[in-house]
T-cell receptor, first 115, second 116 residues
């Protein structure tokens, strides 16, 4: 079974608008971490934001915030005030104690910011 | 603080040839990972080290792939012989410690391998 599901292969957003990238996860563990990475065309995976399963508040990092809904097992990334440089692939990942702390990645969402 | 270093950045070889990739993790990071990322897909873990020991190599095609981290710092991933389907980006990542679901992985720039 898929550990991480990203159902949006591609997304478009107008510059300066906000966009939400969806991510759902599957785990039976109580302790896990959720991560979002950005991968520009250069190929490097850039860490954006982290949410712990016990964190009561949604994580925020600058223009990035994570909409964490534990009961629904979703961890959507919200990018506010989109910029042209945000155009990239975005990957959701999970790490839980059941899998020896191995990271599981989703298939990614390609975001294009339109000027 | 220096990030994860990888070399080479690009490599083109013919099938059945051998190739090696090098990775130097962030200083002090005990855990090192090698991933294979095929175009259009998410990264797939090949092997995971804790210091100089292998934690997980269940998805490493051991008939042709090998990896080592002899001194618990830098690591080498080798493919011998290469196949066409090995064309991918090979990403190295490191994290501070193994037994923590909160620990973040930091990635290097990757090596883009093309097998002709």
């Amino acid at each position: 079974a898929q550990k991480i599901t990203q159902t949006q292969p591609g997304m478009f957003v107008q510059e300066k608008e906000a966009v939400t990238l969806d991510c759902t996860y599957d785990t039976s563990d109580q302790s896990y971490g959720l991560f979002w990475y950005k991968q520009p065309s250069s190929g490097e995976m850039i860490f954006l934001i982290y949410q712990g399963s016990y964190d009561e508040q949604n994580a925020t990092e600058g223009r990035y915030s994570l909409n964490f809904q534990k009961a629904r097992k979703s961890a959507n990334l919200v990018i506010s005030a989109s910029q042209l440089g945000d155009s990239a692939m975005y990957f959701c990942a999970m790490r839980d104690m059941n899998t020896g702390n191995q990271f599981y990645f989703g298939t990614g969402t390609s975001l294009t910011v339109i000027p | 603080e220096a990030g994860v270093a990888q070399s080479p950045r690009y490599k083109i070889i013919e099938k059945r040839q051998s190739v090696a990739f090098w990775c130097n993790p962030i200083s002090g990071h005990a855990t090192l990972y090698w991933y294979q990322q095929i175009l259009g897909q998410g990264p797939k873990l090949l092997i995971q080290f804790q210091n100089n020991g292998v934690v997980d190599d269940s998805q490493l095609p051991k008939d042709r792939f090998s990896a080592e981290r002899l001194k618990g710092v830098d690591s080498t991933l080798k493919i011998q012989p290469a196949k066409l389907e090995d064309s991918a980006v090979y990403l190295c990542a490191s994290s501070l410690r193994l037994h923590s679901s909160t620990d973040t992985q930091y990635f290097g720039p990757g090596t883009r391998l093309t097998v002709l």
